[in-house]
Structures are given as C-alpha cells and as structure tokens.
T-cell receptor, first 114, second 109 residues
Framework: DGGITQSPKYLFRKEGQNVTLSCEQN?????MYWYRQDPGQGLRLIYY???????QKGDIAEGYSVSREKKESFPLTVTSAQKNPTAFYLC?????????????FGPGTRLLVL | GENVEQHPSTLSVQEGDSAVIKCTYS??????FPWYKQELGKRPQLIIDIRSNVGEKKDQRIAVTLNKTAKHFSLHITETQPEDSAVYFC????????FGKGTRLSVIA
C-alpha cells in the first residue's frame, strides 16, 4: 500500500467551490477506486475504474466526478452539488482483471467544509 | 448486487480472550473474502483473505473461516492484545468489493 499516495492530507472547501482530490499509484494496477467514509461508518463506493479512459458510478456518485486519463492517476472532484462533503476520502487500487484481487488503500484525504 | 452484513458492530473483550466477527453475503458468485483492519485516522490494511476454494486460513493469531453453503465467513482473533483494538471490515464480491459496515473491537487490558 506504500505505492498509493493521496494529496492533500487535509482539504478545506468553501461553499459553492469545487475541489479535487489527488490519487496516484505506482503499482501498475489497472483498477482504481474512490470511497467515502463518515465517522463510525463503513466504506461507501463513489466511483471506480477498471481501465484507462473508463469508469463506473458506485453507490453514492451524485455530486462527484472523476477522470482516468492515465493508468497511474484517478483524481476525484467534489462538486458544489455535493451538499454534505465533510468526510474521509480513501482511494484504492487493485491489479484488476476478471477476478477480484486485494485492494490497497492510500492514506486518505480528510475534507472539511468552511 | 452483492450485500454484506457484518456483526457485531462493537465488541469488547478482555486481553487474552478470543474475538469473533461474522459476515454474511448474498451473491453466490463471490469468490474473494478479505478482512481489513483500520486504526483511528489511518487507512484500512489487509490482515487476511480467503478464496472460495478453501474453508479456512490461518496466520498466527488470526484465522478466517468460510462456509459457502451458508454464505458466511468469520474472523477469529485469539490471545487478543491491546494493539488489536481497531475497526475491522469484511468484504466480498468481485469488482468492485462490497464492504461490511465494520466492527469496533476494544481489547481491555
């Protein structure tokens, strides 16, 4: 999991502002994921990508957008349409392919609303 | 789609006792069942996983059992220590994984 980095560690968002969370991996993994974690809650899937230039919505995609222009990078944008964005955001990656493999998580970004 | 239920949501044990966390899943096609440990403010880290072609796997004080017929799998931690205190998540499915809501384990010294 040391091969996945997220930045920044903390991010502050003002009302009506879009912010972008960075996720980079050097594990040569095809699949990447974004999860949202609220206090005392589990991991809820926002978006995932199994290959470059392709991604799918997860359970809570509304108010978020992603891109996958490079294999190593999967940035998440929290748009102004997301009315309650305060949470801990975790990026993960896995080898990908037909069968599920271990997902490795980044250190997370904590997003706070001013 | 897959649905994963995890119990209990909180668990307190005395140091040295055993802890058991159970998960059930709904998709009979699921073939991979990992367990993650998350310490406060940190990332989830894989502690053990099992695939559908085996019924049990052990790694020192940690073991996982799988019952494919009943669609449930369990995490067993023996001789618990204070550093085992954390939130534990089970997961199941193909791509993507579906996570349980977590179990907060407290080991009391």
């Amino acid at each position: 999991d040391g091969g996945i980095t997220q930045s920044p560690k903390y991010l502050f968002r003002k009302e009506g502002q879009n912010v972008t969370l960075s996720c980079e991996q050097n594990l040569n993994h095809d699949a990447m994921y974004w999860y949202r974690q609220d206090p005392g809650q589990g991991l809820r899937l926002i978006y995932y990508s199994q290959i470059v230039n392709d991604f799918q919505k997860g359970d809570i995609a509304e108010g978020y957008s992603v891109s996958r222009e490079k294999k190593e990078s999967f940035p998440l944008t929290v748009t102004s349409a997301q009315k309650n964005p305060t949470a801990f955001y975790l990026c993960a990656s896995s080898i990908g392919g037909q069968h599920q493999e271990t997902q490795y998580f980044g250190p997370g970004t904590r997003l706070l609303v001013l | 789609g897959e649905n994963v239920e995890q119990h209990p949501s909180t668990l307190s044990v005395q140091e040295g006792d055993s802890a058991v966390i159970k998960c059930t899943y709904s998709d009979s096609a699921s073939n991979y069942f990992p367990w993650y440990k998350q310490e406060l403010g940190k990332r989830p880290q894989l502690i053990i996983d099992i695939r559908s072609n085996v019924g049990e796997k052990k790694d020192q004080r940690i073991a996982v059992t799988l019952n494919k017929t009943a669609k449930h799998f369990s995490l067993h931690i023996t001789e618990t220590q204070p550093e085992d205190s954390a939130v534990y998540f089970c997961a199941s499915g193909n791509t993507p994984l579906v996570f349980g809501k977590g179990t907060r384990l407290s080991v009391i010294a």
